[in-house]
């Protein structure tokens, strides 16, 4: 099978900044922001993490908690030697149209012990984040960014998420076909074409396709084309230039299919975009 993630990791550029490291010994509150989740790993200690809601989760041993979308929480530590803790921002980019950030749990939570894989890396961070070596910042940014394709991965290997793109790629049948579509958006892909990709009927694909992503083939391939679009505007390409790189005949096919998607022309949307990154 092709490279499942490949495509999403390449359109949509995966960012991670690890800003805390050390030992949390008190209350820390961290604020929703607009496109950006958080990553806590925890080594060490008692933590409870305070909903928005209220709601408590206790965790005793190590574990990775991961917040793919921006969400209000509150960490603090649940003994008096406190905690040792990882916290890093992540952007996968493409707003809200990005199938992952969309297909994923509001909160996915990761005993260390369920991924052995992931021994060699988490002692290399591990050991990067506790010591004061050169290129140090730099070096747990990247790191965590790996450990996140790790946790995709986890996800879909182990079925650990049940529905959206993440639960598609775990399917071998359908991840066949979602895989075609991110890798060729262009294509004039046909409900008929798509189910052959994923070697089922016409009317058996499209309904485990509904199971499975919540969502109709088209309206996927149209998503997924959208966030492709808004990915180039912001990489300063014009919308003319990118119309028949996303599957649209013209600027004006993809300029009307942008704004009954996302409620903006590209225009508009990537102002507004710009308008908050600079507040």
Same mark, same amino acid.
């Given at each position: 099978m092709s490279d499942r993630l490949a495509s999403l990791l390449t359109r949509f550029e995966l960012k991670s900044r690890v800003f805390y490291a050390g030992n949390l010994c008190s209350l820390v509150n961290f604020d929703a922001v607009e496109?950006?989740?958080?990553?806590?790993l925890l080594k060490r200690g008692n933590l409870e993490v305070i909903k928005a809601n209220g709601e408590v989760l206790r965790l005793t041993e190590p574990s990775l908690l991961f917040y793919p979308r921006p969400a209000s929480h509150r960490l603090r530590a649940g003994e008096n030697a406190g905690v040792d803790l990882i916290c890093a921002s992540v952007e996968f980019g493409g707003q809200d149209l990005n199938?992952? +950030? @969309?297909? *994923?749990?509001?909160?996915? +939570? @990761?005993? *260390?012990s369920a991924m052995p894989n992931l021994r060699s890396v988490l002692e290399v961070?591990?050991?990067?984040?506790?010591?004061?070596?050169?290129?140090?910042?730099?070096?747990?940014?990247?790191?965590?960014?790996v450990l996140l394709i790790y946790l995709l991965r986890h996800a879909m290997n182990e079925g650990f998420v049940q529905s959206g793109v993440i639960a598609g790629l775990a399917d071998p049948r359908l991840a066949k076909a979602i895989t075609a579509i991110h890798d060729e958006p262009a294509r004039l892909w046909s409900l008929q074409g798509l189910a052959e990709v994923a070697g089922m009927s016409r009317a058996r694909f499209a309904a485990h396709f509904m199971h499975v992503l919540?969502?109709?083939p088209g309206d996927y391939l149209a998503a997924w084309r959208i966030s492709v679009a808004q990915g180039l505007l912001v990489q300063g390409r014009q919308v003319k230039t990118i119309a028949d790189e996303v599957g649209y005949g013209s600027a004006n096919a993809l300029t009307r299919a942008f704004t009954q998607r996302v409620g903006q022309t590209p225009t508009e949307w990537l102002a507004a975009r710009r308008e908050a990154q600079s507040a």
């Open positions: 496109g950006v989740g958080h990553l806590h199938p992952v +950030v @969309v297909g *994923l749990p509001p909160l996915m +939570v @990761v005993p *260390l961070l591990f050991a990067e984040a506790f010591s004061e070596h050169c290129g140090r910042g730099a070096a747990l940014d990247r790191l965590s960014e919540g969502t109709s």
